[in-house]
């Protein structure tokens, strides 16, 4: 095993540290952790499915959470929300710590054609640290995530923050998911005009399908094409079906004729939160101009509005769906999470479902109108992740 020194680069007006693999280039930012920008590279050409925020190398004004900085790609959020209210005398940031505060680079791996980044966060307002390995395989392009959570004790939740940017025309890109349960629009307006934002989307309105959602306007819209529905901000939950042995999300460009998708288990990422912001927001940051990009966020939380409300009763848990987690501070818990990106097949519709095959280190990608595809994986990752309940034994590596 070849071990390598810490070396930061900037990017995108942020420190980061680099790792790549020839198919995949990603960088992980020091302040925050975010993954991103990440490049992946597809038969000759680059695929860079990730948001950053326009923002990312303006000056910014006082006060400025830092997850709001830096934006951009995919981060992991403990806990996960808002945070407006305390819980139990903790104040928790934004997103928490995890998005916020600097990691510290605990180390770089590479061996048998895998590359293993390690960092770690001491956190504060809870005590106790959080472990991040981000890994790339060689001739894979997939971007394997595990964050160990060890130290820390009682109610908490948690979830991967990954942001897509889709192409300029309207319905260029087609998002589909595994089975859920449930869907509900977020309980109330996601932006207000008196606030200088927007939302269309009706709130509470539940619905168990993606294509037909209600708007306040009183008609349906279709949740599963995007871009739609510029000048306004909404975000809606998905809750999984917990009997799934993988649950997934992902979104086909066919035009670009490639696929990204998600992996998750979803006991331990019960809910899927789609954030759509297309331009609803007017004020400091945002100004009108964070437009096509939508969040798909795997998550254990009540929407996104932080610990507290997620670790009380709360309409979702009255439903037997879990919105919390109980850390023991004597137990890590591991959060399991992959993406990638795959070129599919002319014709290539829209993802109807993904089949792990783990003897074949595989998933195959089927199409709604029976064309699939089937990518590399690493098979003791898929395992693991299928196999992780919600308390996990005290491992430290793979």
């Known amino acids: 095993m070849i071990k390598t020194k810490s070396s930061l680069v900037t990017s995108l007006g942020q420190s980061a540290w680099r790792i790549s693999n020839g198919n995949v280039d990603a960088y992980v930012t020091q302040l925050g952790g975010h993954l991103g920008p990440v490049t992946f590279r597809l038969r000759g050409r680059n695929i860079e499915p990730f948001s950053v925020a326009p923002w990312a190398t303006e000056r910014h004004p006082f006060g400025l959470p830092a997850v709001l900085r830096v934006l951009r790609g995919d981060f992991f959020c403990l806990p996960f929300g808002g945070n407006q209210r305390s819980y139990r005398g903790e104040r ?20 048998h054609g895998r590359r293993t980044i390690h960092l770690r966060l001491s956190t504060r307002i809870r005590t106790g640290h959080v472990d991040k390995f981000i890994t790339l395989i060689d001739g894979q392009t997939v971007v394997y995530q595990k964050h160990i959570i060890s130290g820390m004790r009682g109610r908490m939740s948690y979830g991967h923050h990954a942001m897509l940017r889709f192409p300029e025309p309207e319905g260029s890109g087609i998002i589909s998911t595994s089975r859920f349960r449930y869907g509900q629009v977020f309980t109330e307006p996601l932006e207000r005009p008196e606030n200088k934002g927007y939302s269309i989307l009706e709130s509470g309105a539940c619905f168990d399908r993606l294509d037909r959602v209600p708007m306040i306007t009183g008609r349906m819209t279709d949740l599963s094409r995007y871009p739609a529905r510029r000048g ?17 999300s ?31 927001r007017h004020y400091a940051p945002w100004n009108g101009r964070h437009v ?107």
């Open 250 to 280: 992902a979104v086909t460009f066919s035009r670009q004729r490639h696929v990204w998708f998600a992996l998750k288990n979803p006991r331990q990422l019960p809910q899927t939160i789609l954030w759509l912001s297309n331009g609803g």
């Open 92 to 111: 928790h940031p934004v997103h928490g710590e995890t998005a916020n505060a600097r990691w510290r680079y605990a180390g770089m791996t590479g061996d």
């Open 292 to 398: 096509n990009v939508i969040g798909i966020e795997e998550v254990c939380g009540y929407f996104h509005l932080g610990l507290a409300e997620s670790a009380r009763r709360n309409p979702l848990s009255s439903r037997g769906i879990t919105t919390s987690l109980e850390l023991h501070s004597d137990r890590p818990h591991r959060v399991l999470y992959a993406f990638g990106v795959a070129q599919i097949p002319v014709g290539f519709d829209q993802v109807a479902d993904i089949v792990a095959n783990v003897d074949r280190h595989s998933v195959l990608l089927r199409s709604k109108n029976g064309k699939s595809v089937s990518v590399d994986m690493d098979g003791v990752f898929l395992k693991e992740m299928m196999n992780s309940a919600t308390q996990d034994h005290p491992a430290l590596c793979w």
């Open 232 to 248: 306004f901000e909404d975000l809606v939950l998905l809750a999984a079906d917990a009997t799934l042995p993988l649950a997934w």
